[in-house]
Protein backbone atom coordinates (compact mmCIF):
# COMPACT_ATOMS: atom_id res chain seq x y z
CA UNK A 1 0.00 0.00 0.00
CA UNK A 2 1.42 2.87 -0.98
CA UNK A 3 2.27 6.02 1.89
CA UNK A 4 4.43 7.19 4.22
CA UNK A 5 5.60 5.16 7.43
CA UNK A 6 7.83 6.41 10.37
CA UNK A 7 9.60 4.83 12.82
CA UNK A 8 9.77 3.54 15.22
CA UNK A 9 6.09 4.16 16.60
CA UNK A 10 7.27 5.01 20.20
CA UNK A 11 10.72 5.51 21.91
CA UNK A 12 11.65 6.07 25.69
CA UNK A 13 15.26 7.84 25.17
CA UNK A 14 17.49 8.77 28.14
CA UNK A 15 18.61 12.30 28.18
CA UNK A 16 22.17 13.26 26.08
CA UNK A 17 21.21 10.26 23.64
CA UNK A 18 21.16 10.53 20.09
CA UNK A 19 18.32 9.46 17.83
CA UNK A 20 17.07 9.23 14.73
CA UNK A 21 13.78 8.90 14.00
CA UNK A 22 12.89 7.50 10.19
CA UNK A 23 10.32 8.61 7.54
CA UNK A 24 10.02 6.73 4.30
CA UNK A 25 7.21 7.39 1.23
CA UNK A 26 6.93 5.52 -1.73
CA UNK A 27 4.41 8.19 -3.22
CA UNK A 28 7.42 9.73 -5.31
CA UNK A 29 6.75 13.05 -3.51
CA UNK A 30 9.26 15.70 -4.05
CA UNK A 31 8.35 18.11 -0.67
CA UNK A 32 8.39 15.93 3.08
CA UNK A 33 8.09 17.65 6.43
CA UNK A 34 9.08 16.91 9.93
CA UNK A 35 6.47 18.51 12.61
CA UNK A 36 5.93 18.08 16.19
CA UNK A 37 3.06 17.75 17.83
CA UNK A 38 2.57 19.17 21.10
CA UNK A 39 -0.64 19.75 23.20
CA UNK A 40 -1.71 23.50 23.23
CA UNK A 41 1.05 24.13 20.50
CA UNK A 42 -0.66 22.49 17.88
CA UNK A 43 1.99 21.73 14.55
CA UNK A 44 4.94 23.08 14.39
CA UNK A 45 7.59 22.41 11.45
CA UNK A 46 11.20 21.47 12.06
CA UNK A 47 12.78 21.47 9.21
CA UNK A 48 11.58 20.53 4.93
CA UNK A 49 12.90 19.32 2.05
CA UNK A 50 11.80 20.83 -1.41
CA UNK A 51 13.24 18.48 -3.36
CA UNK A 52 15.71 15.64 -2.63
CA UNK A 53 19.16 16.88 -1.92
CA UNK A 54 18.14 20.23 -0.30
CA UNK A 55 16.72 20.83 2.89
CA UNK A 56 15.16 23.44 4.62
CA UNK A 57 14.96 25.20 8.70
CA UNK A 58 11.17 25.42 9.84
CA UNK A 59 10.11 27.04 12.68
CA UNK A 60 11.77 25.49 15.58
CA UNK A 61 15.02 23.51 14.11
CA UNK A 62 17.47 23.67 17.35
CA UNK A 63 18.60 20.37 18.46
CA UNK A 64 17.51 18.57 14.94
CA UNK A 65 19.31 17.92 11.98
CA UNK A 66 17.56 16.37 8.44
CA UNK A 67 18.84 14.74 5.30
CA UNK A 68 17.34 13.79 1.99
CA UNK A 69 20.04 11.62 0.21
CA UNK A 70 16.97 10.64 -2.19
CA UNK A 71 13.47 10.90 -2.97
CA UNK A 72 11.92 8.48 -0.40
CA UNK A 73 13.90 9.39 2.65
CA UNK A 74 13.64 11.97 5.22
CA UNK A 75 15.48 11.03 8.38
CA UNK A 76 15.19 12.92 11.76
CA UNK A 77 18.46 13.08 14.20
CA UNK A 78 18.31 14.65 17.74
CA UNK A 79 21.50 14.64 18.23
CA UNK A 80 21.73 14.90 21.77
CA UNK A 81 18.36 14.66 23.01
CA UNK A 82 16.73 17.08 25.88
CA UNK A 83 13.07 16.29 28.25
CA UNK A 84 12.02 19.10 25.74
CA UNK A 85 11.97 16.78 22.46
CA UNK A 86 9.21 14.96 23.96
CA UNK A 87 6.60 15.00 21.42
CA UNK A 88 5.28 13.41 18.67
CA UNK A 89 6.53 13.87 15.67
CA UNK A 90 4.81 14.03 12.32
CA UNK A 91 6.56 13.05 8.56
CA UNK A 92 4.59 14.55 6.06
CA UNK A 93 5.24 14.53 2.26
CA UNK A 94 3.81 15.62 -0.58
CA UNK A 95 4.00 16.07 -4.57
CA UNK A 96 4.86 19.44 -4.50
CA UNK A 97 5.13 22.02 -1.32
CA UNK A 98 2.23 23.84 -2.08
CA UNK A 99 -0.07 20.51 -2.55
CA UNK A 100 -1.60 18.02 -0.44
CA UNK A 101 0.47 16.85 2.53
CA UNK A 102 0.68 13.15 3.41
CA UNK A 103 1.16 12.30 6.96
CA UNK A 104 2.80 9.57 8.76
CA UNK A 105 1.09 7.70 12.03
CA UNK A 106 3.82 9.64 14.17
CA UNK A 107 6.42 8.91 16.77
CA UNK A 108 5.76 9.31 20.12
CA UNK A 109 9.04 10.07 21.84
CA UNK A 110 9.74 10.64 25.25
CA UNK A 111 13.20 11.95 26.70
CA UNK A 112 13.62 11.31 30.56
CA UNK B 1 4.29 36.76 7.68
CA UNK B 2 1.80 33.76 7.49
CA UNK B 3 -0.28 32.86 10.91
CA UNK B 4 -2.98 30.81 11.16
CA UNK B 5 -5.06 31.23 13.89
CA UNK B 6 -7.57 28.89 15.66
CA UNK B 7 -8.87 30.80 18.37
CA UNK B 8 -10.86 27.63 20.50
CA UNK B 9 -8.67 25.07 22.00
CA UNK B 10 -12.22 22.76 22.74
CA UNK B 11 -15.59 23.12 21.58
CA UNK B 12 -18.10 20.68 23.06
CA UNK B 13 -21.62 20.42 21.00
CA UNK B 14 -24.59 18.00 21.43
CA UNK B 15 -25.13 15.49 18.89
CA UNK B 16 -27.51 17.24 16.23
CA UNK B 17 -26.31 20.55 16.54
CA UNK B 18 -24.76 22.64 14.08
CA UNK B 19 -20.62 23.15 14.51
CA UNK B 20 -18.49 26.17 13.64
CA UNK B 21 -14.57 25.91 14.00
CA UNK B 22 -13.28 29.27 13.56
CA UNK B 23 -10.17 29.76 11.29
CA UNK B 24 -8.95 33.06 10.87
CA UNK B 25 -5.59 33.63 8.70
CA UNK B 26 -2.75 36.43 8.10
CA UNK B 27 -1.21 35.91 4.69
CA UNK B 28 -0.65 39.17 2.19
CA UNK B 29 -0.89 37.37 -0.85
CA UNK B 30 -3.92 34.53 -2.48
CA UNK B 31 -4.01 32.08 0.35
CA UNK B 32 -4.81 28.23 0.03
CA UNK B 33 -6.24 26.99 3.26
CA UNK B 34 -6.76 23.53 4.00
CA UNK B 35 -8.37 21.95 7.10
CA UNK B 36 -7.04 18.14 8.46
CA UNK B 37 -8.79 15.95 10.81
CA UNK B 38 -6.94 13.72 13.24
CA UNK B 39 -9.03 11.12 14.87
CA UNK B 40 -8.08 9.44 17.86
CA UNK B 41 -5.00 7.59 17.53
CA UNK B 42 -4.88 8.54 13.57
CA UNK B 43 -2.67 10.47 11.44
CA UNK B 44 -3.55 13.66 10.45
CA UNK B 45 -5.99 13.27 6.76
CA UNK B 46 -6.84 16.43 4.49
CA UNK B 47 -10.48 16.73 5.33
CA UNK B 48 -11.31 19.82 2.71
CA UNK B 49 -9.79 22.42 0.98
CA UNK B 50 -11.13 25.38 -0.40
CA UNK B 51 -10.19 25.40 -3.69
CA UNK B 52 -12.09 22.54 -4.39
CA UNK B 53 -15.25 23.77 -2.57
CA UNK B 54 -16.55 20.50 -1.81
CA UNK B 55 -18.16 18.98 1.25
CA UNK B 56 -16.38 16.16 2.93
CA UNK B 57 -18.36 14.51 5.42
CA UNK B 58 -21.23 17.24 5.74
CA UNK B 59 -18.54 19.62 6.22
CA UNK B 60 -17.95 23.11 4.41
CA UNK B 61 -15.78 25.66 4.62
CA UNK B 62 -15.85 29.04 2.36
CA UNK B 63 -12.73 31.15 2.22
CA UNK B 64 -13.85 34.84 3.18
CA UNK B 65 -11.19 36.94 1.93
CA UNK B 66 -12.59 40.06 3.27
CA UNK B 67 -12.62 38.71 6.99
CA UNK B 68 -9.38 36.28 5.73
CA UNK B 69 -11.45 33.75 7.46
CA UNK B 70 -11.75 30.13 6.69
CA UNK B 71 -14.28 28.61 9.44
CA UNK B 72 -15.48 24.84 8.87
CA UNK B 73 -19.27 24.15 9.37
CA UNK B 74 -21.32 21.37 9.52
CA UNK B 75 -25.11 21.71 10.02
CA UNK B 76 -25.76 18.52 12.33
CA UNK B 77 -22.81 17.25 14.53
CA UNK B 78 -22.61 13.40 14.68
CA UNK B 79 -20.55 11.39 17.37
CA UNK B 80 -18.10 10.36 14.97
CA UNK B 81 -16.81 14.31 14.59
CA UNK B 82 -15.38 14.42 17.63
CA UNK B 83 -11.63 14.94 16.66
CA UNK B 84 -8.55 17.06 16.33
CA UNK B 85 -8.91 19.78 14.11
CA UNK B 86 -6.54 21.94 12.09
CA UNK B 87 -6.83 24.90 9.75
CA UNK B 88 -3.79 25.36 7.58
CA UNK B 89 -2.68 28.09 5.34
CA UNK B 90 -0.65 27.74 2.13
CA UNK B 91 1.41 30.21 0.19
CA UNK B 92 3.69 29.71 -2.94
CA UNK B 93 6.68 27.34 -2.25
CA UNK B 94 6.34 27.21 1.69
CA UNK B 95 5.68 24.60 3.63
CA UNK B 96 2.20 24.46 5.25
CA UNK B 97 1.44 26.82 8.37
CA UNK B 98 -0.77 24.96 10.95
CA UNK B 99 -2.91 26.23 13.55
CA UNK B 100 -2.87 25.13 17.07
CA UNK B 101 -5.69 23.00 16.28
CA UNK B 102 -9.28 22.59 17.78
CA UNK B 103 -10.74 19.56 19.42
CA UNK B 104 -14.24 19.00 18.94
CA UNK B 105 -16.09 16.51 21.09
CA UNK B 106 -19.88 15.69 20.59
CA UNK B 107 -21.84 14.78 22.71
CA UNK B 108 -24.22 11.95 22.95
Known amino acids: IAGITQAPTSQILAAGRRMTLRCTQD?????MYWYRQDLGLGLRLIHYSNTAGTTGKGEVPDGYSVSRANTDDFPLTLASAVPSQTSVYFC???????????FGQGTRLTVV | AQRVTQPEKLLSVFKGAPVELKCNYS??????LFWYVQYSRQRLQLLLRHISRESIKGFTADLNKGETSFHLKKPFAQEEDSAMYYC??????????FGKGTRLSVIA
Open chain 2, 27 to 32: YSGSPE
Open chain 1, 27 to 31: MRHNA
Open chain 2, 88 to 97: ALNSGNTPLV
Open chain 1, 92 to 102: ASSRKTNTEAF
